[in-house]
């Protein structure tokens, strides 16, 4: 088999995601970790659009953004697939993958800034988590079924950093009554060994650098 | 075959992606045209989470996101492929697919705002023009090379809004000697008899409404 490599950082839920998907699909890979304060010149050169992490080298060659390495994993180790099979479905579950890259990063922020801002960013962050427990979650274990998928893995960063930020702000935003299903899939997310391992300790108190 | 519907406006280029996979498909559809001052119930009830067009209905399923439909019109059509074979290949243009999504709506911009903040977004949608000229096109005809492709479709407003958009802001973004790829793109694009049918008329001095 040709080479695997990811350069990731071990703190970067979009790291996580592709270190998941390939964990899950047995890949063997070797992670190197970046400096994103002193960017070497291989990131530079492995992704010169957007200069950011996480990158996969297979065979020499460089795939970057965290979903289209999900897809191209994929499609290249069909096995235990993270996809449904029906088109319908995967488009359902690509406009999850969709919803997740461009609103993570505004929950993200919630542990950068501070103040009015801070205030806006927590009201995004509920309405976002409203949606995922309205209109994504609905009664199963996992977003598409009894089976972990791709678009678990793209929200796990919500699974394993939430904590340690509701804890940095002082806020709880993810409270049983208002969010059964999320908070059911947070445990369950968490509840699988292999997802798990090796990741930054994110229980309070922490004092781990907030993702990137 | 079961029905097409696209729910989308005249004038928006993120439904002109999807009518442009349709046609180049030839999938005969029905186009409903949505006023966006005054969504339809039905609009609120095939797209709940983000209420935008475009939405594809098909077979009475609704599937939202003109990227995520792009794709599912690529599985349930796979004749005239728009994406590559190659699995590194589809990668490469998913990155770019990826890189519309989130840059084209800064461009777009440039036609709804004024003063320091118009000029802030001239210079990033320049940036992202540069982008386009120097990693994205290379010296090939369309973005995959000899034949159009989903990345084709997805820059696709960029050439049939920019002129407009630099007539509006009195600015010409596009100049020969610094984007001679791009230019030649825009040609090669517009050049398409089947992609440039029913488009509104965006020739300076234009009335239509600016893109959404």
């Known amino acids: 088999m040709e080479e695997v490599k990811l350069h990731g950082t071990w703190y970067s839920p979009y790291s996580w995601r592709v270190m998941w998907a390939l964990r899950l699909k047995g890949i063997p890979y070797e992670f ?3 400096d994103l304060s002193n960017k070497s010149d291989l990131l530079l050169e492995l992704n010169p659009v957007h200069k950011k992490i996480p990158v996969l080298l297979h065979g020499g060659k460089s795939i970057c953004e965290s979903t289209v390495i999900m897809e191209y994993i994929e499609e290249t180790w069909p096995c235990k697939p993270l996809l449904p099979c ?7 579950a690509r406009f999850w993958l969709n919803f997740a890259d461009v609103k993570l990063s505004i929950m993200w922020k919630m542990s950068k800034v501070g103040g009015d801002e801070l205030q806006q ?3 995004e962050s509920l309405e976002i988590l409203q949606t995922l427990e309205e209109h994504a ?3 199963k274990k996992y977003f598409g079924g009894d089976k972990i998928d791709m678009v678990d893995l793209s929200f796990g960063g919500i699974a394993h950093v939430l904590e340690a930020i509701e804890y940095k702000i002082g806020t709880k935003l993810v409270e049983g009554h208002k969010f059964p299903r999320l908070l ?3 445990h369950n997310f968490k509840s699988v060994p292999i997802l798990s391992e090796n990741l930054p300790n994110l229980k309070p108190p922490f004092k781990n650098p907030t993702p990137n």
Not at 86 to 92: I, K
């Open 32 to 34: 190197i970790e970046e």
């Open 86 to 92: 029906d088109s319908y479905e995967r488009a359902v």
């Open 121 to 123: 960013v927590i009201k």
């Open 137 to 139: 979650l609905r009664e």
């Open 184 to 186: 059911a899939w947070i």
